[in-house]
């Protein structure tokens, strides 16, 4: 696959702090394979890196408003959703609804907002945004792997972009589920890569960052 940075973007997935910082409503379930692969640090360098070639970043977090009206009758949600009514996450106007320091939108990025679910293009303008910035390839990180990542990835796919999951810029709440989405599910709807592999290609040389320092700034 050829990548024009000019032509990518890096669409972040829920960033928020009820899943990437202790005290979240969310974090606990995630924090393992997190820690495992440093996913925030590879995130962030990601980001940063992909700024510097120019592609685009794009933030997509999720958000309801308190009593989660969006969802309708609560009675009737199950599945993830109803986890996030039970665990009071992504509240709108919450700390743990905001995006956290580390992967705080720099003044070039793009935040979608709308979204209310799984995939990231159902609620939001995001392919109006990439059709419109004339994106060819989507590079996806964030959370959960095997939920809004995969979700979105499959929808990107069918949308006619060149996908690419970033492996170790994402999180999903055991490493059997984070294994089983990574190399049995991504390869059908992407080009699975690590960050190191990504920002080879939007460098265009192939040069491979090295990922085996923790990212510092």
């Not at 958000?63 to 509240?91: C, Q, R």
């Not at 293009?121 to 060819?136: K, P, Q």
């Not at 059908?188 to 290609?201: I, K, V």
Request: with cysteine.
């Amino acid at each position: 696959m050829d990548v024009d940075p000019a032509k990518t973007a890096v669409v972040l997935i829920e960033y928020q702090n009820d899943f990437t910082t202790d005290g979240g409503a969310l974090h606990d379930a995630v924090k393992g394979v997190m820690d495992d692969s440093k996913m925030l640090a590879n995130s962030r360098r990601m980001a940063d890196e992909a700024r510097k070639a120019g592609a685009t970043v794009i933030h997509a977090p999720i958000t309801f408003a308190p009593g989660y009206g969006e969802l309708g009758n609560h009675d009737k949600v199950y599945g993830i959703l109803k986890g996030v009514i039970d665990s009071t996450a992504f509240v709108k106007g919450t700390w743990g609804a905001e995006i956290c320091d580390e992967m705080a939108p720099a003044e070039s990025d793009i935040v979608v907002e709308g979204k209310r679910g799984l995939d990231t293009f159902a609620t939001t303008n995001l392919d109006f945004i990439l059709r419109s910035r004339e994106i060819e390839t989507v590079m996806l990180g964030g959370f959960l792997t095997n939920c809004c990542v995969e979700s979105t990835m499959r929808s990107a796919y069918e949308k006619g972009y060149d996908v690419i999951t970033l492996t170790d810029c994402t999180a999903a709440t055991s490493a059997e589920e984070q294994q089983a989405a990574t190399s049995q599910d991504y390869p059908m709807f992407s080009q699975p890569m690590t960050s190191d592999e990504a920002l080879g290609m939007l460098k265009g040389s192939g040069e491979v960052v090295d990922a085996s320092r923790a990212y510092s700034g």
